[in-house]
């Protein structure tokens, strides 16, 4: 409680809520953009926030992306244009809600499950994060070394299209990480004489490289798409809004739910938690025919449940310094630059950060019910920017972002290399969050690694020993071995194909 | 700009071969029998490897999927120009920002790029918003946040 009472004291600064009321609003912008998803909206604010104290630096991050997954809804609504992945599941939907002139009521129930849902997640982060943390305090470097094992795996076998292309992804980040002097030895990797590579490649201007200067590049090539929607401006009816979402009271409370706990998993994250309850909805709906219709059930279980799952995703992220997604990633790697080790003990350390983080998402979800009335307001005019002015204007914010951080061309560099890269990778089918997650991983898992190597004096067994390392030890290696069972199988099957179609014919 | 799988295979496993050879030279300390050449070669196995099955599946393939593939956008010369101006802006404000300083090379920059995304014609106002978004920027970093950018012709008239 009183850890309680000195977060409040920590946020109720004028400073802080100016900063969590900026962010609210640049969310809520860059959300609205269809070039500019959660990610790339972070990766802008990032260098922003790097010279601010933590607590500003943490609640501008959590607003921002709260804000950005309602506003994405936006478009999706008016223009049949998500905003963001995670508005995609109920885009079609709510646009044919708009076609009927119901716009406006739709946009409001959803920024209202948007605010419930936001908030349960956030009750649900504040709650079971520190149990979770209490019992992650026994981990050593075996299981914290399973732990990473599991989250990076997560984001390139699972959350890839293609596995392979998701590991030589994760790989490239995790060899981008050992740039510089090596962390035990002492001794220069991978800088070849460089004295600029010293101090190892920084992963801000990475990450605005390899999302906001590729998002550039892919928004102003892709030739446009033919905006068919209407963006006039749509009326709201207060009490119809409020009538649908008290009869579908059972889907926002299951949406929140299914949010919570899906974003708690490592890699997946809010565009899954509203795919999953948009089908659950439909699935124990009484009237599933209307769904695609223009029928809102779907949309309140949705729209709560990818609220909720963007607080969710950071309870393996404080707890255990697994980042759930990409946006967590980028916060990891912001706790570090901030000399806070995300783990167990930063509850123990700095607690009343932690729940600063807490009390400033209850504040974003707040704040979201005017900022996002307004938007929903002004979304005819907000959707008329256009990407040949936007993009520009982003470009030369990654330019002065990269630079900032070590007020060095360096970073410029790096960030145009990156995003070359990524553009060519995303063109290509590699899925980039991988690489962000190793190059903040890495050093984390390596130094566990070695650690209990050089312990142990390489005895792999030691991985083992204990019951939890031995249980996170035995899942990691499912996770690796299943993608290859899979493909064996696979072989075989088509081996025996076309064994089959001659015997036919003999 | 889709390249067939073997390609995009070859190249890294081209880096994962030169990651595992060249950690080789990094050096041990004395005593302890796992050095900083371990991780970063478990990482170019990794790389390598997966580099390896992308060869064979995508040369398997090699009938279906042509080398390369123009997607829609690389038909289009427009597509071309932005790309070349995008990267060709950050190329500039690199080479020029620490001569000119902050506010005249974003000035150009952002100028430039309006040129090509919205042409010619509204040339003045793209110099306008131009001029407000610099100005805008330099505020928040320099002003507000106190981080130091490229100092240069104005920004000594501003600060002199």
Known sequence: METLLAAFDLVFRWEIIAVIFGACVFGIFAGAMPGISATVAVALLVPITFFMEPVAA???????????????????????????????????EAHEMT??????????????????????????????????????????????????????STAALVAAANPVKGVISLSIGLMLATVGLDLISGQPRFTFGTPALMEGIHFIPVMIGIFAVAEVLRALIHPPRADAGDARVQKIDFGETFRTIWRYRTNLARGSIFGTLIGALPGAGSDIAAWVSYGYARKRSKTPEKFGTGHPEGIVAASASNNAATSATWVPSLVFGIPGDSVTAIVIGVLFLKGLEP????????????????????????????????????????LKVSNLILMPIILIFTVVGAYAINNSMMGVMVALGAGIASFLMQENDYPVAPLILGMVIGPLLEKNFMQA????????????????????????????????????????????????????HA | MRFNDAISGAIFLAIGVFAFIHAGSFK??????????????????????????????????????????????????????????????????????DALGFLLTGFLMLTGLFLVT??????????????????????????????????????????G
């Open chain 1, 343 to 382: 783990g167990p003990n930063v509850f123990i350390e700095n607690a009343p950060l932690v729940y600063s983080i807490f009390v400033s998402f209850f504040i974003a979800n707040v704040f979201l019910i005017p900022v996002g009335y307004i938007a929903i307001r002004a979304a005819s005019q907000l």
């Open chain 1, 453 to 504: 190597m050089i312990a142990q004096q390489g005895d792999l067994t030691a991985f083992f020993e204990r019951p939890i390392a031995a249980f996170l030890g035995i899942v990691t290696i499912l996770m690796w071995t299943a993608p290859v069972v899979a493909a064996i199988r696979r072989w075989q099957l088509r081996r025996r194909a076309p064994e089959g179609n001659e015997g036919q």
């Open chain 1, 58 to 92: 943490l609640a501008a991050i959590a607003t921002a992306v709260a804000m950005a997954i309602f506003a994405g809804d936006l478009p999706g609504a008016l223009l049949r244009i998500p905003g963001m992945p995670a508005s995609a599941a109920y885009a079609e």
């Open chain 1, 99 to 152: 076609l009927k002139g119901q716009g406006g009521t739709v946009l409001m129930v959803a920024l209202l499950c948007s605010v419930l849902g936001g908030l349960v997640g956030t009750m649900a982060l504040a709650f079971s994060a520190p149990l979770l943390a209490e019992f992650a305090l026994e981990f050593q470097y075996y299981e914290y070394f399973w732990l990473a094992c599991i989250g990076l």
């Open chain 2, 118 to 159: 919205r042409g010619i014609a509204r040339l003045p106002s793209s110099a306008a918003l131009a001029a407000l978004v610099t100005g805008l920027i330099y505020l928040i970093f320099v002003e507000a946040l106190r981080v130091p950018l490229p100092f240069g012709v104005i920004e000594r008239l501003l600060v």
């Open chain 2, 28 to 97: 041990h300390f004395p005593g302890v029998p796992y050095g900083p050449d371990l991780f970063p070669r478990i990482i170019a196995v990794m790389m390598a490897g997966g580099g390896l099955i992308l060869i064979v599946s995508g040369l398997r393939g090699a009938n279906q999927v042509p080398w390369v593939v123009l997607v829609d956008w690389a038909r289009r010369r427009r597509s071309y120009e932005l790309f070349l101006a995008v990267i060709g802006s950050m190329l500039g404000y690199i080479l020029l920002s």
